[in-house]
């Protein structure tokens, strides 16, 4: 039996400010450019740091949110699949392809911003409590069992 499996899992940081635009239907579609950085050492020893740049495009919702909340240097978490798009060249006439992230998902990750600045400000997560004075559930009686 032939198995197949396109997944990808990416941690880098955006290299600009994500591109939102909307396809003919109306459908959300960002572009985020990023950049992963791997290091090695090489045969003498040394460290070596190498940038793979990478183009992720995010659908729907999830486009919208990456526009409204991410800026250049935002560190994210992809998670995602591999997708080969191929054109022709209108000025060359030649075959031309690409090869790109379609994201699944998106998680935004803290860490050091480099400008200080952020596109809008996320709503505020509710507070949890620190110590509760009652249980979440009350124990059921005997008698509310139905069997």
Do not use: H
Not at 34 to 48: D, F, I, M, P, T
Not at 67 to 94: C, H, N
Request: proline share 6%; aromatic share 8%; glycine share 6%.
């Amino acid at each position: 039996m032939a198995v197949a499996l396109n997944k990808v899992f990416l941690i880098g940081n955006l290299t600009q400010d994500p591109e939102l635009r909307r396809i003919p239907s109306g459908t959300a579609v960002s572009t985020l450019r990023l950049a992963v950085n791997e290091y090695y050492q090489n045969k003498s020893g040394e460290r070596v740091e190498r940038t793979v740049f990478l183009d992720v495009d995010v659908w729907d919702r999830q486009a919208e949110t990456c526009q409204q909340y991410l800026s250049k240097g935002a560190p994210v978490f992809i998670e995602g699949r591999l997708q080969m798009d191929s054109w022709d060249d209108k000025e060359t006439g030649q075959k031309r392809s690409r090869l790109k992230v379609r994201a699944e998902r998106v998680q935004f990750l803290s860490g050091p911003r480099r400008d200080g600045a952020v596109r809008d400000t996320a709503p505020a997560a509710p507070a949890a409590a620190s110590s509760f004075e009652e249980p979440l559930a009350k124990p059921a009686d005997d008698e509310e069992i139905p069997f």
